[in-house]
């Protein structure tokens, strides 16, 4: 009798673990429980940092490969890794705006994409089944996305594993390129588990959300030269951000981050971080999106990661670039958390938030204008997983300070509390929380500190700098495709060593309540490569008042006066008729001052534009180019364009709006359901116990 009692107690007790580890698997993400990530052979096969690794790309027709690359069109080869062949793998160009440089500056040296298992599901490099080739564009020290993803891993943040590798093809040297574990199906393994969530990677305005997405991009209309990507007539140290003498990251002298004097971040004067009087931040701006028109970023408020409403169509450029499969319930959790986040209501309740506190620590160290805090807003990818939101980085080629094209003091000295372009952190909500309490910034703060202990302490950044050019510098000696002399390199990397010194001592102020700047001396951000791609462009050394050497394009003199240090304006223009600009500069293009008014201190406007009928501008301006305001009235008084009207200037491709999201690559298919399976088992574990309960009982 007592083992028959002894037997009943011991069957319940298996019945009652396995219900509670059934409900522990089923609600696991609610409950904060992630599947752990696994070691995977390719860490410490090719992402074996220590040395340059050696890929051969074999192709029995890579000169029309070559030719049709902005097409993103995948082709087939055979790949050799360090001795070990893999046949029948997929293979296409990638980029954004470096696709279309690379052929404009007469080279054939593309970023390239590799997908091992393109052809044959399954397949893979030890693991590993997408790998980028990035080739290093715009970057003179050829580390800077190196660096970052190794600190950002180091530090605790989701980062990809890269390493370098000399490429050649068909046997033939072709260049040293960075290798770079694609942000995929293997990484979401690697970090997350067999139950990683859903990743996407937000985009509007055709930038990075997917393959395709950066092939139709016009770096003029978004007044950037087209063969260097640098802003168009906007390149000297001197002029910090902005055209003229004085003029701080804006065009004319006082005009604070913005076009006309008094107009802080913005166009007109009182226009606060927008485009027009009183329209702060410009909101219901591109898109339709809330909070963030023309002062806050090109992007829409989806790819702010800002809540807009329940509607997943309010979302697009964040569901149509998702690169797992979703489902409306993933969609709508999605949602929910954006919600939440915006409000600043309990936003650790939706993220992974010592991850996405990490994340920023790093980020906003390096100063990436070309990024979620920057005016693109773009190039960065977005997990989820139940329920719970993290950031993970991408795209670092233009860090430390090159894509804003600044002086160096600007870069180094940038607020680790303020770093979004031309915005407020409350712009961006996933950087907007952090500042939304005092807990949350003083825990940002703390990690700030342990960054700077743990890389600057004993010098181990520059070390790491030292010892990776140490490594690379033989290779990129020899490395026939480069896209700067060796020469150059030496002067990145010394750059580069400076900067982070320099701006490891500015952080360390800002932290310690310490306002005052830091002196960057000599410092040239364009010896680290530029959106010109090492030619000198934005911050480089062709300059405006106080730059040296000619300007771009080789302009000639204007007709009646000459630039205040005798540098040429971009193309040669000539004084426009009626006015001159405020000490005798010609603005690009030379155009005529508009009918019917000047602007505050006789300068014009690029393109010449008249004033708009039904209305003019606060104190004469003009919008460039002579467009009308939308509705053919005044100025809107709540920064939005009233009436749906069209924005100045239009969009790429068109005065309308661009088209909801882009192509979005493959969706690969996912296991069944987690919480179903377990649900499942814990049944079947369930009927085998009572099963074995039954049976005992009958025995006895």
Request: aromatic share 8%.
């Amino acid at each position: 009798m007592s083992t028959s009692k002894q037997l009943d107690k011991l069957c319940l007790s298996v019945v009652a673990l396995c219900l509670v580890l059934t409900l522990l698997f089923m609600f696991s993400a609610s409950l904060g429980l992630q599947a752990a990530a696994k070691s995977v052979k390719y860490a410490g096969s090719l992402f074996d940092d220590s040395r340059v690794h050696k890929i051969d790309i074999v192709m029995e027709d890579w000169d029309s490969f070559i030719q049709s690359c902005e097409n993103e069109e995948y082709a087939v080869c055979t790949v050799v890794v360090d001795g070990s062949k893999h046949a029948n793998i997929g293979i296409r160009a990638k980029g954004n705006t470096s696709l279309s440089s690379v052929k404009s500056l007469g080279s054939q040296r593309y970023s390239f994409k590799l997908e091992f298992d393109h052809n044959q599901s399954g397949k893979s490099l030890d693991g590993l089944d997408k790998l980028c080739l990035n080739n290093l564009i715009q970057d003179n020290s050829m580390m800077k996305d190196y660096l970052v993803y190794r600190m950002m891993a180091d530090f605790g943040a989701d980062a990809p594993l890269c390493s370098f590798a000399w490429l050649t093809v068909n046997g033939e040297d072709w260049g040293l390129y960075l290798a770079v574990e694609g942000v995929e199906d293997s990484f979401l393994a690697r970090n997350y588990g067999s139950d990683p969530g859903e990743l996407y990677k937000p985009d509007s305005i055709g930038f990075g959300g997917g393959r395709g997405n950066g092939k139709d991009f016009n770096p003029e209309d978004f007044g950037l030269d087209a063969a260097d990507g640098s802003p168009s007539g906007e390149t000297s140290p001197d002029a910090q951000q902005g055209g003229f003498p004085g003029a701080q990251q804006g065009g004319f002298p006082g005009g604070q981050q913005g076009g006309f004097p008094g107009g802080q971040h913005g166009a007109f004067p009182g226009g606060q971080q927008g485009g027009f009087p009183g329209g702060q931040g410009g909101q219901e701006g591109l898109n339709g999106g809330a909070r963030g028109g023309p002062g806050g970023g090109m992007g829409s408020a989806d790819v702010k990661l800002q809540y807009v409403d329940e509607d997943p169509a309010s979302y697009s450029n964040i569901f149509d670039n998702a690169k797992t499969e979703v489902s409306e319930a993933d969609q709508q959790r999605l949602i929910a958390a954006l919600r939440q986040l915006s409000a600043y209501e309990e936003p650790t309740q939706v993220l992974d938030a010592d991850e996405v506190l990490r994340y920023f620590v790093v980020h906003n160290f390096v100063c990436n204008g070309d990024s979620y805090t920057g005016s693109m807003i773009h190039n960065y990818y977005l997990h989820e997983q139940g329920g719970r939101l993290g950031m993970i980085p991408w795209d670092y080629n233009l860090a430390f300070g090159a894509f804003q094209g600044g002086s160096a003091a600007s870069a180094v000295n940038e607020s680790i509390d303020s770093p979004v372009s031309g915005g407020d952190p409350d712009d961006r909500p996933m950087l907007g929380w952090i500042f939304s309490d005092e807990s949350y910034t003083a825990r940002y703060h703390a990690l700030f500190s342990d960054f700077l202990a743990r890389w600057f302490s004993e010098g181990q950044l520059d070390a790491e700098i030292a010892r990776t050019a140490e490594l690379i510098r033989p290779w990129v000696e020899r490395d026939p495709t480069k896209f700067c002399t060796l020469e150059a390199f030496d002067s990145g990397v010394a750059a580069l060593r400076d900067f982070v010194s320099l701006r490891a001592q500015a952080v360390e102020r800002q932290l310690e309540g310490d306002s005052s700047p830091v002196d960057t001396g000599d410092l040239q951000l364009s010896d680290m490569g530029s959106m010109g791609g090492g030619r000198g462009g934005p911050g480089g050394d062709a300059a405006f008042p106080g730059g040296q050497g000619a300007l771009p394009g080789g302009g000639a003199f204007p007709e009646g006066g000459t630039a205040p240090n005798g540098e040429a304006l971009p193309g040669g223009g000539a004084f426009p008729e009626g006015g001159t600009a405020p000490n005798g500069e010609t603005l690009p293009g030379g155009g005529a001052l508009p009918e019917g008014g000047t602007a505050p201190n006789g300068e014009v406007l690029p393109g010449g534009g008249a004033l708009p009928e039904s209305g003019t501008a606060p104190n004469g301006e003009t919008l460039p180019g002579g467009e009308a305001l939308p509705g053919g009235g005044g100025f809107p008084g709540g920064g939005g364009f009233p009436g749906g009207g069209r924005l100045p200037g239009g969009l790429p491709g068109g005065d309308g709006l661009p088209a909801a999201g882009g192509e979005t690559g493959t969706a690969q298919a996912q296991p069944a359901d987690p919480a179903r399976t377990w649900l499942a088992v814990g049944l079947s574990v369930l009927v085998l116990a009572l099963g074995l309960l039954i049976a005992a009982k009958k025995q006895y």
